[in-house]
């Protein structure tokens, strides 16, 4: 079936370190691909996108690119503040004929220590 | 510009009650989407309404029904409920319903945390 893999946390990390959250996924086709945040006592909130192969998304410093060979959506930060800590969720989502519904990650925490 | 609003927020239940949460979408949205995410887990798919239909359901049980009502708003049924249904349930609006790629993505409310003793 459709699956999305995260790498488990929590991740801890000194302010402005360098931010990698590895995400893989199993799919038939070709989705698109999502990252989501969600900070304490909030919803989920899009972060960044891709929706076809060597796509990249990138929002607010954070960047991650659709690898079709390797079927990976790694997301990327050069240099993460303490504002960046959240739990953060790697989705796909297929097109029309599966009802455009997300399927998500486990979820990866992450926290940055000033 | 009011994103989606759901009540109650917080809601403590015994095993066996039934629950109703609500959800209000966004704005210009029509499509409303229900996920339940346990503790420590990502949010998994219930199901989507659309034209007050239910119209793709993921592999949760009967016990779990919902509503739409014509000026869009959702309503989500939990029937007997179990320990194992606590959870924080999350309601996502879009435009365009399961037929179409949602033109301005998804937009999620901050949850209702559901607790059952």
């Known amino acids: 079936g459709n699956s999305v893999t995260q790498m488990e946390g929590p991740v801890t990390l000194s302010e402005e370190a360098f931010l990698t959250i590895n995400c893989t996924y199993t799919?038939?086709?070709?989705?698109?691909l999502f990252w989501y945040v969600q900070y304490p006592g909030e919803g989920l909130q899009l972060l960044l996108k891709a929706t076809k192969a060597d796509d990249k998304g990138s929002n607010k410093g954070f960047e991650a690119t659709y690898r079709k060979e390797t079927t990976s959506f790694h997301l990327e930060k050069g240099s993460v503040q303490v504002s960046d800590s959240a739990v953060y969720f790697c989705a796909l989502r297929f097109g029309m004929e599966y009802g455009n519904k997300l399927v998500f990650g486990a979820g990866t925490i992450l926290r940055v220590k000033s | 510009d009011a994103g989606v609003t759901q009540s109650p927020t917080h809601l403590i239940k015994t095993r066996g009650q039934q629950v109703t949460l609500r959800c209000s979408p966004k704005?210009?949205?029509?499509?409303v989407s229900w996920y339940q995410q346990a503790l420590g887990q990502g949010p998994q798919f219930i199901f989507q309404y659309y034209e007050e239909e239910e119209r793709q359901r993921g592999n949760f049980p009967d016990r779990f029904s919902g509503h739409q009502f014509p000026n869009y708003s959702s309503e989500l049924n939990v029937n007997a409920l179990l320990l194992g249904d606590s959870a924080l349930y999350l309601c996502?609006?879009?435009?365009?319903?399961?037929?179409?790629?949602?033109?301005?993505?998804?937009?999620f409310g901050s949850g209702t945390r559901l607790t059952v003793v």
């Open positions: 996502a609006s879009s435009l365009g319903g399961p037929g179409r790629i949602p033109r301005g993505g998804y937009t």
């Open positions: 704005s210009g949205h029509d499509t």
């Open positions: 799919a038939t086709g070709y989705p698109s």
